[in-house]
């Protein structure tokens, strides 16, 4: 195993020039936070959710007071005195533990429009539940349960924000259907089929954790196994069949590449859905029948899910990757691609070959120049690791358990505990004087969709390429998907002084057009000079 090695052999002079100028920086945050990073949301509070399962024994991390879970149907220890959620503070970097009573084992989550974590389905006693839970400032808040709140059991499915501000749940291991989140009624209170997903379940499923996005004509976008759909989940009908990949291989759980959907521009009529990585058809059978790690896809693939006649580009990774994450940074111009493995599959102990080397996609660059190889990292982060951006631009990484159980000797990949911070290049000193400074930050500043909004900030020195403003929405991560996740960059005038003899600038820009564009909720909104965003300030969009 090559586990302690910062870089594949034939990246180690690419990595060494990463580390040595604009490939981002490494921090630890938290040798152990408790539990393990297996899903991740940011709150509008600056505060990270941070949750495992609950079905495999005691974690790391005592829950307050005495206080213990009492389940007679937990598989592995009815009463549990330990917790397996956690709120980490950003700021401080406390951890606070939280009692998640139903099991939330490989689960899904959205942000409702006020604020609030809705974290839907997993395993056992979980796996039809409805969860709750409200940002605070008070270190008071915790998990509301609902145990019977879904229609389906959904384990391994897939949640996205609506226009409406509910979530659609989609799928999950033999669901072939998806439903809504919350119920509006006896309306929609049943499971809707979907023989899609039928359609893309092989011997080895590979349609779990499908990928979905809110198309920007009020569509979902589905990708499921090697395949797409254009869905009108309203009316339960397929506009429009997208053509099968062009290696036929899966990309979805367990051969698990990641995805995203690229940053939509302020004319609103394309949008664009990148796929990187994942593990060749019968990957997961090799390893865990024959112990046989096949080596990972090392391409992308890209399509206008808009275009008249759809295609897919396929473009080639320095290196072979699964398990990765994909995050949109706030610079609007980048996809950082980071965490997994170079062979294997999903699944216990099926994965070999850490990939700790981070690269960049930069999506508006000329094919054959858009990757970019950063600074390796030293933990590898491996079967249920995760990674969410943070206001602050920071990128924060976290888990890696490939293991039934905590297991932490003995074993190639130990469970980890600890939470990491990684600081693209945009945060090193060299663009101290470039980095926006927003000023006036307060509680979220509300807008409303189609009206304009001024931002004020400081900067040391204006680029002569000009100011964006981009707003990000918060996702919820896990097994290598960040469900909603979304980035606009917003319709804006050329940044100016904003009085006379001030060092201060004012920008103003357009708030979205329409729910299509962005769902209500909150999101964060940073000033980008020349490439080199500010930090991120909260705000507020309503219908």
Sequence with gaps: MNRSVACPFLLFFLCLAAAASGGGQWELLQRSIGVSAMHMQLLSNDRVIVFDRTDFGPSNLSLPGGRCRNDPRDWTLTVDCTAHAAEYDVPSSAVRP???????????????????????GGANDGERAVRYLDPCHDRLCDWDEDAAGLAAPRWYATNHVLPDGRAIVVGGRSQHNYEFVPKLGAADAGAVSLPFLRETRDAEYNNLYPFVYLNVDGNLFVFANNRAILLDYKANSIVRTYPTVPDGHPRNYPSTGSSVLLP??????????LICGGAPEGSFTKASTQKVFVGALNTCLRIGINDPSPSWAVETMPTPRLMGDMILLPSGDEVLIINGAAAGSAGWELGRDPVLTPVSYRHGSPAGSRFDVKTPATIPRMYHSTAILLRDGRVLVGGSNPHAFYNFTGVDFPTDLSLEAYSPAYLEAANSDARPAITGAGPPMELNYGKPFSLRFSVGAMSDKGVLVTMVAPSFATHSFSMNQRLLILESEPAAAADAGSSLY????MAPSSTFMAPPG?????????????EGVWVHIQR
């Design 98 to 120: 939280l009692t998640v009573l139903t099991d939330p084992w490989c689960s899904s989550g959205t942000v409702s429009p006020d604020g609030r974590l809705i974290q839907t």
């Design 264 to 273: 939509l521009q302020p004319s609103g009529s394309e949008a664009e859905v």
């Design 506 to 509: 004012a920008v103003d820009a």
């Design 522 to 534: 909150y999101y964060m909104v940073f000033v980008v000079n020349g490439g080199i965003p500010s």
